[in-house]
């Protein structure tokens, strides 16, 4: 089946530490996505990616760090240095210029 | 001023009815439309796109765009208990980023 894969679905973090959520999609799309959903709030993008080896930074990207070295995969770090990491985050992809984006199931992350 | 705006809800309408859900945005370079469905604790699901002023029809559901307004909704017929949901309206400029609204929670009552 065709999809967008996320793990884990949920995620616990300590103080401190580098926790890693993963994305892969088997539907050979160029672009990929990381965004973050609060509590009552929209989705606020953090990093997307139009191609292989090439990402920029969305609208609250501090504090998180991303690599594509796959067409497939598109996993998200998101440090110690991002103070308020609760959230459910939500990876998603877009095929051609023009087409929507699909998400996949999301990763609930909370801090211990 | 809020990019994309959405009435928060909630929005209660009786099984059967029509469902109105509304939604402006601010970037007149708007390019396309979106609107997901968004059950509690779920991801995004994709429910309609529209790109062109005017209605566009899928089902039980209608999107309707009005660029001049800068004003797109969604209309579902013969509601179902199973379409209450957070419906998001979501907006992709001309650089195709997506700017999603903070969603309006609808509960339709049996």
């Known amino acids: 089946d065709g999809g967008i894969t996320q793990s884990p679905k949920y995620l616990f973090r300590k103080e401190g530490q580098n926790v890693t959520l993963s994305c892969e999609q088997n539907?050979?799309?160029?672009?990929m996505y990381w965004y973050r959903q609060d509590p009552g709030q929209g989705l606020r993008l953090i990093y997307y990616?139009?191609?292989?080896?090439?990402?920029q930074k969305g609208d609250i990207a501090e504090g998180y760090s991303v690599s594509r070295e796959k067409k497939e995969s598109f996993p998200l770090t998101v440090t110690s240095a991002q103070k308020n990491p609760t959230a459910f985050y939500l990876c998603?992809?877009?095929?051609?210029?023009?087409?929507?984006?699909?998400f996949g199931d999301g990763t609930r992350l909370s801090i211990l | 001023q809020k990019e994309v705006e959405q009435n928060s809800g909630p929005l209660s309408v009786p099984e059967g009815a029509i469902a109105s859900l509304n939604c402006t945005y601010s970037?007149?370079?708007?390019?396309?439309f979106f609107w997901y469905r968004q059950y509690s604790g779920k991801s995004p699901e994709l429910i309609m796109f529209?790109?062109?002023?005017g209605d566009k029809e899928d089902g039980r559901f209608t999107a309707q765009l009005n660029k001049a307004s800068q004003y797109v909704s969604l209309l579902i017929r013969d509601s179902q208990p199973s379409d209450s949901a957070t419906y998001l309206c979501?907006?992709?400029?001309?650089?195709?980023?997506?700017?999603f609204g903070t969603g309006t929670r609808l509960t339709i009552i049996p």
């Open positions: 970037d007149r370079g708007s390019q396309s």
């Open positions: 990616s139009q191609i292989v080896n090439d990402f």
């Open positions: 998603a992809s877009k095929g051609e210029l023009g087409q929507p984006q699909h």
């Open positions: 529209i790109y062109s002023n």
């Open positions: 979501a907006v992709r400029n001309e650089n195709e980023k997506l700017t």
């Open positions: 539907l050979n799309h160029d672009a």
